[in-house]
């Protein structure tokens, strides 16, 4: 028989795939002897179950939830039903990845008609009962029956207004009856049945309203965001209800061990008096620092203090902790690992090698790869901040980064403009769950309630966008679509410039600056590239990029695309010249122009790269590439080449053709058109000659680009070696040089054995790779691969995640089928891949050489070797 429920006391921190990363960090502090509410936890197998029973929950469930609800009940010494020690539990969900606020909770539940009167008479305290009542209705209903929060805050918010309430703590205990009864009218109105006033059958629902949150738009979007399974399902833990609205000695709060946003080694949270939990992650009131616990409940702070200190200790990593005050006692509800930003997560990672406490081999597992991009980006630049309008001073820095945008009021107005491709920022009075769609597609996020763990700000950093939170300066009326702030008004459309690092928010666009790298990013990145095996080049071709790269650590380049360094107006019209050539002669004249440009651009590498490895690809695109298409341009090209224009259409359509993506290209240009591959070794060999006079050592590596057979190849092997040898007796020296192939096509993945024979180094093109044995069209799938995925056809875009069960398959093959014919041959990638850090991980485990990606996307990648190579030496 399956167990689908443990209590806290059966569980352990190792059964985070079971019972939810909440539930086994639960049963973990309840180890500890830790001041944790007692419950249970529903496994995950139980969700699993649910949905592929067409969300029916399981008989066997239901008769352990019984067993397991009379055990708890012995453990507490209470009950639904009794009238001197009653029972009371929240119901939470728990995935074995974090995902907060994505899924759905109930507080209070067990409480009814009835319970409220026996709570209110055993606590002597009604206010706090029907307190308690009106949060379970306003909870159960939109959790379990889908009434839009709506309905009853705008009750609530009216009846507030109509007896002048400023807070929701003054309101009478009459008052929140008279709310608790409308409350229940609006069950009736919205869904045509009561409340229910049974516990037990207030429970199943609440059960499989959390398994069900499992499927919601929210939690996909952020699962899809996140690399997170959609199979793993959700658990859900039942816990003792403790009280942090029963008075002015209780209270709760969130607080993390670290600074989330800086890394400061310095206890970072916030509490509300008087208040439960989901106040303060939503933002309604604005909550006091923890530091000003210490004056309030000196011995509570102490507690708590220890408590954190213990808590790291045992985790070895930044913890997030939520807490409640019962009457001056404290109680833990969770721990986990606290989301973070990338500056935070590398200085925190740094501090905890340097306190002893975790190895540097650790370290580089503690920073998500993503969010390294945070670290690389613009901040606005100081003088033009100097100049800028101010809109608001007071807003919280809750997610760093500088921000420019568009003001939109609504998640569904940000995400329609975004993909309209225009930069919006989304300004909202607070954020909720569901607005996940449109943080993700702003440039920035601000609002005016909450704090910095407010969901605005914790969801924020998780995505590592800029966010702002709490601005009290400002007003944003999203019915009437205007920010108003001390100076003026704002309207929607009306551009803001956010600053996610101050809390500061400006009137229109401002400049920016590069990042600068702090002295941990620069600990932290060496230790990763010590832990790392493969190697990290990077795909550029301009000055800037190369620098760029080597900046970040790149050990070489790995592509050099040249086609881009044809499209300059001078170099185009003799590129148009060789392809309108008649005959040889023109063509070779017009290439001999074209190669001065060159030599140009190669020394100009070369002298960026100096000893480092530096690939050059050969040109790959077909030629109609470079022709015009408009009429206009057609006119002003023959006019260049004097030339008429019925000639100049003739050629073009003798050029078309049906099929580019497998036409004339590539390798198979250069045996139609020998010259235009001569002409660019010529160049990359010309240029490497005038840097080695001036005592700079080069190490040019030229590629090949499209083979699928071994004569294509060798053909133009030897063509291109007797082209250098040529000029190396000519210039009387020796040049160090590899030529090798970029395997992209399925065929030469199959025969690498024997191109390995003859090639000095393969580098798989992953992005035409893909296409061929997909039979996708990169720049046309995008009509349909977000259907796939979301139908679960295809599990990733394989254009940007490998697909290691048909793309990666070639690759292993070629790999495992060259280095047995040519141990010492070195392999790459150099496709989209070569920066993904799911992909990163199988090429480690490949007995691939290195990877190569874009200049600002080395850092993740050098990050994500290291992870690869350390969970492999784990094993």
């Known amino acids: ?109 067990g409480l009814n008609d009835d319970n409220v009167k026996k709570l209110a008479e ?50 009478s205990a009459e008052g929140l009856q008279t709310i608790c009864e409308r409350f229940k009218e609006i069950y009736r109105e919205e869904v045509y049945k009561p409340f229910p006033q049974e516990p037990l059958k207030q429970l199943e629902e609440a059960i499989e309203a959390v398994f069900k949150s499992w499927d919601n738009d929210r939690a996909r979007v952020y699962r899809d965001l996140n690399d997170i399974p959609h199979d793993i399902g959700t658990a859900v833990n039942v816990q003792e209800m403790v009280f942090g609205n029963s008075g002015e000695q209780s209270g709760t709060g969130v607080a993390f061990t670290r600074d989330p946003v800086t890394g400061e080694n310095k206890l970072f949270g916030e509490y509300l008096l008087n208040a439960q939990g989901e106040d303060v992650v939503a933002g309604i009131r604005t909550p006091q620092d923890i530091d000003t616990l210490k004056s309030q409940m000196p011995d509570v702070h102490q507690e708590f203090v220890e408590v954190t200190k213990q808590l790291e200790t045992h985790y070895k990593d930044m913890q997030d902790i939520e807490f409640t005050i019962e009457n001056g006692k404290l109680y833990l509800l969770q721990t986990r690992n606290g989301k973070r930003t990338a500056r935070a997560a590398i200085q925190i990672a740094v501090d905890l090698v340097n306190e002893g406490l975790i190895s540097r081999e650790e370290a580089v597992t503690k920073v998500d790869v993503k969010s390294i991009d945070q670290l690389l980006h613009p901040n606005f ?47 909202r009075p607070e954020t909720s769950p569901e607005d996940i769609e449109g943080m993700v597609a702003s440039e920035a996020i601000v609002t005016t309630h909450g704090g910095m763990t407010s969901h605005a700000a ?35 459309g009306d551009i803001v410039s956010v600053d996610g690092s101050t809390g500061d928010i400006y009137l229109g666009e401002i400049e920016t600056v590069n990042a600068e790298h702090s002295d941990a990013f620069e600990q932290f990145m060496e230790w990763s590239e010590d832990t790392a095996r493969l190697q990290v080049r990077m795909n550029a071709e301009t000055p800037q990029d190369i620098q760029a790269g080597y900046n970040f650590g790149a050990k070489g380049i790995g592509l050099v695309r040249t086609e881009h360094m044809f499209f300059g107006p001078e170099r185009l019209v003799e590129m148009r010249r060789f392809i309108l050539a008649s005959n040889h002669d023109e063509r070779v004249e017009a290439l001999e122009k074209i190669k001065t440009y060159q030599v140009k651009d190669f020394e100009e590498i070369f002298r960026l790269s100096q000893d480092r490895p530096t690939i050059v690809r050969l040109l790959d ?30 050629r073009m359509a003798e050029l078309n053709e049906v099929n580019p993506m497998l036409g004339h290209r590539g390798c198979r240009l250069a045996v139609t058109y020998p010259e235009l591959y001569e ?28 083979v699928s057979t071994v004569e294509e190849f060798t053909t133009l092997k030897e063509r291109l070696a007797a082209t250098i040898t040529q000029l190396e007796n000519d210039a009387n020296t020796k040049v160090n040089y590899l030529i090798g192939t970029m395997i992209e096509t399925p065929r030469a993945c199959l025969i690498a054995q024997h191109l390995a024979k003859h090639c000095d180094f393969f580098s798989f093109g992953t992005n035409d790779l893909t296409q061929l044995t997909y039979g996708f069209s990169r720049d046309d799938a995008g009509k349909f691969i977000n259907v796939y995925t979301e139908s679960n056809i295809l599990q990733l875009d394989p254009f940007q995640t490998l697909d290691t069960d048909g793309v990666g398959q070639l690759i292993q093959l070629a790999v495992e089928q060259a280095k047995q014919v040519k141990p010492e041959i070195k392999i790459g990638v150099c496709g989209e891949l070569g920066g993904d850090a799911k992909s990163i991980y199988q090429f480690n485990n490949w007995n691939i050489d290195y990877v190569s990606c874009s200049p600002f996307r ?13 969970e492999e030496s784990e094993r």
């Open 381 to 427: 630049k100081e003088e033009a901040l100097e100049q800028a309008t101010v809109i608001s001073k007071l807003g919280l820095p809750a997610s760093p980064g500088a921000a420019t945008g568009s003001i939109v009021f609504s998640a569904e107005e940000a995400k329609e403009q975004a993909d309209e491709g225009k930069k919006v920022v989304l300004m």
């Open 122 to 171: 055993k606590t002597n305290d009604a206010r706090f009962a029907y307190d308690c009542y009106r949060r379970l209705l306003q909870m159960f209903g939109e959790v379990v029956y889908g009434i839009p929060m709506l309905a009853f805050d705008t009750y609530f918010d009216d009846f507030k207004n109509q007896h002048n309430y400023v807070n929701d703590a003054d309101i």
């Open 458 to 492: 914790v969801v924020a950093r998780g995505m590592g966008k800029c966010c702002v939170t709490g601005c009290s300066d400002v007003e944003i009326d999203t019915v009437n679509k205007t920010v108003y702030y001390p100076d003026g008004e704002l309207h929607e």
């Open 621 to 650: 695109p077909p030629l109609h590439e470079f022709l015009p298409s408009s009429d206009e341009d057609i006119q002003n090209v023959a006019q260049q080449l004097d030339i008429s224009t019925d000639i100049l259409r003739k």
């Open 1 to 109: 028989m399956t167990q689908y429920i443990y209590a806290f006391d059966e569980g352990r921190i190792s059964m985070k795939d079971l019972l939810g990363g909440k539930g086994a960090n639960l049963s973990e502090m309840k180890r500890l002897g830790l001041p944790v509410p007692d419950g249970f936890t529903i496994t995950t197998e139980a969700c699993i179950d649910y949905l592929k029973q067409n969300e029916q929950l399981p008989s066997e469930v239901k008769t352990q939830l019984i067993h397991h609800l009379t055990s708890f009940s012995e453990r507490t010494g209470k009950s639904f039903s009794s009238d001197d020690d009653l029972l009371l539990v929240s119901v939470r969900s728990g995935a074995k990845i974090s995902m907060p606020g994505m899924m759905d909770t109930i507080l209070n539940l």
């Open 679 to 706: 002409m660019q070794v010529e160049a990359i060999i010309e240029s490497v000659l005038k840097l080695q006079q001036d005592d700079i050592k080069c190490q040019p590596e030229i590629m090949i680009p499209l």
């Open 858 to 870: 080395v850092p993740g990648a050098i990050l994500a070797t290291a992870q690869s190579q350390a």
